[in-house]
């Protein structure tokens, strides 16, 4: 249509030329579509898109981002569990949320005006953690900056929450861990219902490879009961703790658990550093 708008003005054919500009003037917005479609390559960018064009979401509307990891421990055909530390009494794997460091935060603000989460309560344990909130026209570049340039915990070194929740709580005694990257879990961005936000959740999933001796304590563990842990297999993490065979009706196990099962291993998106091993001290 570019072409014949130029030929019909070189040949002064104002007609063909008028013709060409009207569907030149349709056509235009669908090929922009086209691209943005070609473009949006990862399923939150789809769904952003979309909301965007059916005007549920808009450039300043607000969104929620949690930043996690979570860590694999299996023994067996069993996976290890911990409290939730928020007091929502279901069992979760060990992990938590990213930590910035330095003058992240800051430059968070400046660049892109990042508020902190109103939907959890702010304390020690949780203060300068990748739980926050900004406005969507930010949210891609926001991505981009966590990947590529922030000033927070990366993936080589996640022993401060192994830390905090296997060693201080005196489960384990070790001086230092290996584990293997299996990759990240990221949703589509999506209204959550439990904080009536729109929200973008990412959780990179590491693997704990066991010593010999590692794997003794683990079965120890194993051996007792205890508040302090569970192992449960992949269909008690799928069903939520639910078990109808006994009457067991409620949840005891966060659904967000599924994620470090090997089953749910293929779905995950493969990052710079995914098969890669880590050894950490503690």
Excluded at 37 to 53: A, C, E, N, P, Y
Excluded at 240 to 268: F, M, P, Q, R, Y
């Amino acid at each position: 249509m570019i072409v014949m708008l130029i030929l019909f003005e070189v040949n002064e054919w104002p007609v063909g030329s008028s013709i060409a500009g009207i569907v030149l003037g349709f056509s235009l917005p669908a090929l922009i579509a086209s691209i943005q479609d070609i473009l949006d390559t990862t399923g939150w960018k789809v769904s952003q898109r979309k909301l965007m064009r059916g005007g549920l979401l808009k450039k300043d509307s607000l969104v929620r981002i949690s930043f996690a990891y979570l860590y694999r421990i299996k023994i067996g055909n069993k996976y290890l569990l911990v409290p939730n530390a928020r007091g929502t009494e279901k069992y979760q794997p060990v992990g938590g949320v990213y930590k910035l460091r330095g003058n992240e935060k800051n430059d968070l603000k400046n660049l892109y005006h990042v508020m902190d989460d109103d939907k959890i309560l702010i304390d020690e344990s949780s203060r300068n953690e990748y739980r926050l909130r900004l406005e969507n026209q930010y949210l891609r570049k926001f991505v981009k900056r966590f990947d590529e340039g922030a000033s927070r915990e990366q993936i080589d070194d996640l022993s401060r929450e192994f830390r905090e929740e296997m060693i201080e709580k005196g489960l384990v005694n070790w001086n230092q861990i290996t584990y293997r990257v299996c990759g990240r879990h990221i949703t589509e961005l999506e209204y959550g219902k439990h904080f009536q936000i729109y929200e973008l959740l990412l959780a990179d999933v590491v693997e704990l490879i066991l010593t010999p001796d590692q794997e003794k304590d683990l079965k120890l563990l194993m051996q007792n009961q205890s508040d302090k842990y569970i192992f449960a297999t992949s269909e008690e993490i799928k069903a939520l703790g639910i078990n109808t065979n006994v009457g067991k009706l409620s949840e005891t196990i966060a659904d967000h658990s599924i994620k470090i099962i090997e089953e749910s291993e293929g779905s995950l998106i493969h990052i710079p550093e995914y098969g890669k091993t880590f050894t950490v001290t503690l």
